[in-house]
């Protein structure tokens, strides 16, 4: 018996590609174990799928029966092999990207059916030399563990819901026949999955707030994937192999072969280029709904260096680097996945959109510049309708200059950072209320609250420091919390009885959580609401010049992108087919899907949720809320935004008291923020650093 390697590194692939056909080339990959690249090969609506998939599994077949009869090192490396081809390309015909790409549904039935009445034969003669089937059960393990990636070490409660649908799937193994039953389970559930159900009937589209798992979430419809600082250090705690060199996908170097290869010496292009190794997986991940689509699915968001990010000099210098990178890289990749398919096709451009900082008025410069570019942004570190609403602006503008030159466009994003602006509003109501309370029962009452809250302190904290403490998300989440309830009650502040307070509190936490659901209902009704989109599209061929075909263009690919959210209605409530993609960090995908499996739950009932009106008294309450001045900023537009409204024949009564560019860098959760993004950035160029020297 030989015994199984768990890991076996891809060989070499030569350039240019050397093949007469296409099921040369996909065996070939395959055998030299690039099967996700060969698997992906198959996402194209030009190639005649059926009959090539018989001409693979043809040629791997005869692979097979060779390792069944000699059972040698070499063969059941190249049969485990096979099998993992098998379950990616069955994967892709099972899932989402069959649609985003436009596969012909029945001959996707009929490669289904060749794939499994060839994994019967494989099985049969693997039973034959072996009973506990070997190379199937570690091909299967091989595979869960892949599922299980996500917040394995980065572990946030409740986990992901990868982890949680892998443990599912292994529980309907069957031990006679592994490899079937797992793709048969693996099947039943992720068509049954909320997120395979919303996308696959056009009810939503979602993006994934990690730099993992991305290739199982594209089997369930994701079509996007959000990276920062912190999640691309996310990204080497799960993956440790990042550090060392095997990456899983093709032509992706390991950290320390990319900087010997380039010379990079200094901490920033290190850090940089560290990212890159973490985010460039992801490129190849969805390269091929990205082609398949026109452009419209597929995009990855990679963050810039928060450090620069008032600089529009620094940030394009960054950008345009980190773009020049990943287009060398996927001309590579794009010789193999494209190979054989339409000259026209654009080879190497990157999937790739910029996250620029809305925190200062140099993020619409910046948008409105790589925009014209042809290189898409997603704006982030934004919180307010008038933040978002200038950058759609300076969005359209450079969008304009590029249809103009006839660049076709990408989908780009406009982000509503949901949950860290709902922290921020719980944050500032708690200060404000912790305050009355202690004008009447004094510092010595505040000592108490952070002991009840188990917050430790050093001692030499100003009363506005612990104050901060005590209110932080960290430790007062949700703003309910027992030891702040007496606090409150004791003072008299909300009621006299804990019981009345508890009760206020909550309302104030619930009312608190609908105010990112605002803004991203607000900013979509300005722009996409079926009653003024229609006119933006009039406004951008008056004011650019352009033709009624090229404004729909500019539009057309803008998506709002709901995100840090807590709970699961912050997706529920902001779904529709057009304009919106919702991205959703693995521990949340996990709370959807177990708000899906609650009685009578259904999806269809949330259709076009996003034009949903939210109640007036919640509203009328925000308003009396201490928070309300916050609440103002946030959700109202400024005096020269309605005057461009007003010029695209836009009128909505949403009020002049918002947040002016000027005003955005000292907003409180731009603040917060930016601190976290930056001490992430530092921390990870630190560990950087560390690992290559």
Same mark, same amino acid.
């Given at each position: 018996?030989?015994?199984?390697?768990?890991? $076996?590194?891809?060989?070499?692939?030569?350039?240019?590609?050397?093949?007469?056909?296409?099921? *040369?080339?996909?065996?070939?990959?395959?055998?030299?174990?690039?099967?996700?690249? &060969?698997?992906?090969?198959?996402?194209?609506?030009?190639?005649?799928?059926? *009959?090539?998939?018989?001409?693979?599994?043809?040629?791997?077949?005869?692979?097979?029966?060779?390792?069944?009869?000699?059972?040698?090192?070499?063969?059941?490396?190249?049969?485990?092999?096979?099998?993992?081809?098998?379950?990616?390309?069955?994967?892709?015909?099972?899932?989402?990207?069959?649609?985003?790409?436009?596969?012909?549904?029945?001959?996707?039935?009929?490669?289904?059916?060749?794939?499994?009445?060839?994994?019967?034969?494989?099985?049969?003669?693997?039973?034959?030399?072996?009973?506990?089937?070997?190379?199937?059960?570690?091909?299967?393990?091989?595979?869960?563990?892949?599922? +299980? /990636?996500?917040?394995?070490?980065?572990?946030?409660?409740?986990?992901?819901?990868?982890?949680?649908?892998?443990?599912?799937?292994?529980?309907?193994?069957?031990?006679?026949?592994?490899?079937?039953?797992?793709?048969?389970?693996?099947?039943?559930?992720?068509?049954?999955?909320?997120?395979? /159900?919303?996308?696959?009937?056009?009810?939503?589209?979602?993006?994934?707030?990690?730099?993992?798992?991305?290739?199982?979430?594209?089997?369930?419809?994701?079509?996007?994937?959000?990276?920062?600082?912190?999640?691309?250090?996310?990204?080497?705690?799960?993956?440790?192999?990042?550090?060392?060199?095997?990456?899983?996908? $093709?032509?992706?170097?390991?950290? !320390?072969?990319?900087?010997?290869?380039?010379?990079?010496?200094?901490?920033?292009?290190?850090?940089?280029?560290?990212?890159?190794?973490?985010?460039?997986?992801?490129?190849?991940?969805?390269?091929?709904?990205?082609?398949?689509?026109?452009?419209?699915?597929?995009?990855?968001?990679?963050?810039?260096?928060?450090?620069?990010?008032?600089?529009?000099?620094? @940030?394009?210098?960054?950008?345009?680097?980190?773009?020049?990178?990943?287009?060398?890289?996927?001309?590579?990749?794009?010789?193999?996945?494209?190979?054989?398919?339409?000259?026209?096709?654009?080879?190497?451009?990157?999937?790739?959109?910029? !996250?620029?900082?809305?925190?200062?008025?140099?993020?619409?410069?910046?948008?409105?510049?790589?925009?014209?570019?042809?290189?898409?942004?997603?704006?982030?570190?934004?919180? @307010?309708?008038?933040?978002?609403?200038?950058?759609?602006?300076?969005?359209?503008?450079?969008?304009?200059?590029?249809?103009?030159?006839?660049?076709?466009?990408?989908?780009?994003?406009?982000?509503?950072?949901?949950?860290?602006?709902?922290?921020?509003?719980?944050?500032?109501? &708690?200060?404000?209320?912790?305050?009355?309370?202690?004008?009447?029962?004094?510092?010595? &009452?505040?000592?108490?609250?952070?002991?009840?809250?188990?917050? /430790?302190?050093?001692?030499?904290?100003?009363?506005?420091?612990?104050? *901060?403490?005590?209110?932080?998300?960290?430790?007062?989440?949700?703003?309910?919390?027992?030891?702040?309830?007496?606090?409150?009650?004791?003072?008299?502040?909300?009621?006299?009885?804990?019981?009345?307070?508890?009760?206020?509190? !909550?309302?104030?936490?619930?009312?608190?959580?609908?105010?990112?659901?605002?803004?991203?209902?607000?900013?979509?009704?300005?722009?996409?609401?079926?009653?003024?989109?229609? /006119?933006?599209? @009039?406004?951008?061929?008056?004011?650019?010049?352009?033709?009624?075909?090229?404004?729909?263009?500019?539009?057309?690919?803008?998506?709002?992108?709901?995100?840090?959210?807590? +709970?699961?209605?912050?997706?529920?409530?902001?779904?529709?087919?057009?304009?919106?993609?919702?991205?959703?960090?693995?521990?949340?995908?996990?709370?959807?899907? *177990?708000? @899906?499996?609650?009685?009578?739950?259904?999806?269809?009932?949330?259709?076009? $949720?996003?034009?949903?009106?939210?109640?007036?008294?919640?509203?009328?309450?925000?308003?009396?809320?201490?928070?309300?001045?916050?609440?103002?900023?946030?959700?109202?537009?400024?005096?020269?935004?309605?005057?461009?409204?007003?010029?695209?024949?836009?009128?909505?009564?949403?009020?002049?008291?918002?947040?002016?560019?000027?005003?955005?860098?000292?907003?409180?959760?731009?603040?917060?923020?930016?601190?976290?993004?930056?001490?992430?950035?530092?921390?990870?160029?630190? +560990?950087?650093?560390?690992?290559?020297?």
């Amino acid at each position: 018996m030989v015994m199984l390697q768990k890991t $076996s590194a891809p060989a070499p692939l030569p350039l240019p590609p050397k093949a007469s056909g296409h099921a *040369e080339l996909v065996s070939a990959l395959v055998l030299s174990g690039h099967t996700k690249l &060969a698997a992906d090969h198959f996402l194209h609506r030009e190639l005649p799928l059926p *009959e090539v998939v018989a001409q693979t599994l043809r040629e791997l077949t005869l692979v097979v029966r060779r390792a069944s009869c000699y059972w040698d090192e070499r063969g059941i490396l190249e049969w485990l092999r096979s099998y993992d081809f098998l379950a990616q390309l069955y994967f892709n015909l099972i899932g989402v990207e069959r649609k985003w790409v436009g596969l012909d549904e029945e001959e996707v039935a009929a490669s289904i059916r060749l794939l499994r009445e060839t994994l019967k034969s494989w099985q049969e003669w693997e039973r034959k030399a072996d009973p506990d089937l070997p190379v199937s059960r570690e091909g299967v393990e091989a595979l869960l563990s892949d599922m +299980k /990636k996500p917040m394995s070490v980065y572990y946030r409660p409740p986990g992901s819901m990868l982890s949680r649908m892998a443990d599912r799937i292994r529980e309907r193994l069957d031990d006679r026949n592994l490899f079937e039953s797992f793709l048969e389970a693996g099947r039943e559930e992720f068509q049954s999955n909320i997120y395979y /159900k919303l996308s696959f009937s056009g009810l939503g589209k979602f993006g994934n707030d990690y730099a993992l798992g991305l290739r199982w979430l594209r089997h369930l419809g994701f079509v996007q994937v959000s990276t920062n600082p912190v999640l691309a250090a996310c990204a080497y705690e799960d993956e440790p192999a990042l550090w060392e060199g095997f990456s899983g996908e $093709s032509f992706c170097p390991d950290l !320390k072969t990319a900087r010997a290869e380039r010379g990079v010496k200094n901490p920033d292009e290190l850090t940089m280029l560290a990212t890159e190794v973490s985010v460039f997986p992801n490129l190849a991940v969805f390269r091929p709904i990205f082609i398949g689509s026109g452009y419209e699915h597929g995009m990855i968001s990679y963050q810039l260096n928060p450090f620069v990010a008032d600089s529009v000099e620094a @940030s394009l210098r960054d950008a345009l680097k980190i773009y020049s990178d990943a287009t060398d890289f996927l001309v590579k990749y794009d010789s193999y996945l494209l190979w054989g398919y339409s000259p026209s096709l654009e080879r190497g451009r990157p999937n790739l959109v910029f !996250k620029v900082a809305g925190n200062s008025p140099a993020s619409i410069r910046i948008t409105a510049e790589l925009e014209s570019l042809g290189i898409g942004t997603n704006n982030t570190e934004t919180y @307010s309708v008038s933040q978002e609403t200038h950058l759609i602006l300076a969005k359209m503008e450079g969008r304009a200059m590029a249809v103009r030159r006839g660049v076709k466009l990408t989908t780009v994003y406009e982000t509503t950072m949901i949950g860290r602006l709902d922290d921020h509003l719980r944050e500032v109501e &708690a200060e404000i209320l912790l305050r009355r309370a202690l004008a009447v029962l004094g510092e010595g &009452a505040l000592n108490e609250l952070l002991e009840g809250l188990g917050v /430790k302190v050093k001692g030499d904290e100003s009363v506005e420091e612990k104050i *901060e403490l005590a209110c932080d998300r960290k430790y007062l989440r949700p703003i309910h919390k027992e030891p702040f309830v007496k606090l409150l009650a004791k003072a008299g502040v909300l009621g006299n009885s804990p019981a009345e307070v508890e009760e206020k509190l !909550k309302v104030i936490d619930d009312d608190l959580t609908h105010v990112g659901i605002l803004v991203t209902k607000r900013v979509y009704r300005i722009f996409f609401s079926p009653e003024n989109r229609k /006119k933006w599209v @009039s406004y951008l061929a008056r004011k650019y010049g352009l033709s009624e075909e090229q404004a729909e263009e500019v539009l057309r690919g803008i998506d709002m992108l709901p995100a840090s959210k807590r +709970k699961p209605r912050e997706t529920l409530l902001t779904l529709s087919r057009q304009h919106v993609t919702n991205t959703e960090f693995p521990n949340f995908q996990a709370l959807v899907f *177990e708000e @899906s499996l609650s009685p009578n739950f259904d999806p269809m009932s949330f259709r076009e $949720s996003i034009a949903w009106e939210v109640d007036k008294e919640i509203l009328r309450r925000l308003e009396r809320y201490e928070v309300g001045e916050e609440c103002r900023k946030v959700l109202e537009l400024t005096p020269g935004l309605i005057q461009v409204l007003r010029e695209a024949g836009v009128e909505v009564d949403f009020g002049s008291g918002g947040l002016p560019p000027e005003s955005w860098p000292a907003f409180g959760a731009v603040q917060k923020t930016r601190k976290e993004f930056k001490e992430a950035y530092e921390s990870f160029k630190q +560990k950087v650093l560390q690992k290559v020297g």
